[in-house]
Nanobody, 113 residues
Framework: QVRLVESGGGVVQAGGSLRLSCVVS????????LAWYRQASGQQREFVAR???????VYADSVKGRFAASRDDARDTAYLQMNSLKVEDTAVYYC???????WGQGTQVTVSS
C-alpha cells in the first residue's frame, strides 16, 4: 500500500549537481521521517540524510555542506539536492521510511571525473 519512488538520477560531471525526488504514496509521509541512503557497487548501504516532520534535516559528514534534503508534505514528496558532486558520490540512491523498513527501487547517480 505504501510505496516510494525515486527519480532524478543520471550521469553528471564532478562538480555538477543533481536533484533527486522521492514520491511517497499511501498517506504515511507526513507522519514519518524520510531518509536517504546510498549503496555503491560492492559497498554496504550508507546513510546520507534524513528529514523529519517540519523539515529539519540531518546529514552524513561525507555530504554535509554539499547536499540539502527537504520535503514538501503537501505533495508527499522529498528532495535531495546534491551539489559539488564527487566521483565517490557514485551510487544507487534510495529513499526510505526507516520505521517501516520500506524502500524505493533506487535511482542511479554516476559522477564522472
Amino acid at each position: 500500500q505504501v510505496r516510494l519512488v525515486e527519480s532524478g538520477g543520471g550521469v553528471v560531471q564532478a562538480g555538477g549537481s543533481l536533484r533527486l525526488s522521492c514520491v511517497v504514496s499511501g498517506g504515511i509521509f507526513r507522519g514519518a521521517a524520510l531518509a536517504w541512503y546510498r549503496q555503491a557497487s560492492g559497498q554496504q548501504r550508507e546513510f546520507v540524510a534524513r528529514t523529519s516532520m517540519g523539515g529539519s534535516s540531518v546529514y552524513a559528514d561525507s555530504v554535509k555542506g554539499r547536499f540539502a534534503a527537504s520535503r514538501d508534505d503537501a505533495r508527499d514528496t522529498a528532495y535531495l539536492q546534491m551539489n559539488s558532486l564527487k566521483v565517490e558520490d557514485t551510487a544507487v540512491y534510495y529513499c526510505a521510511l526507516e520505521a517501516l523498513e520500506l524502500w524505493g527501487q533506487g535511482t542511479q547517480v554516476t559522477v564522472s571525473s
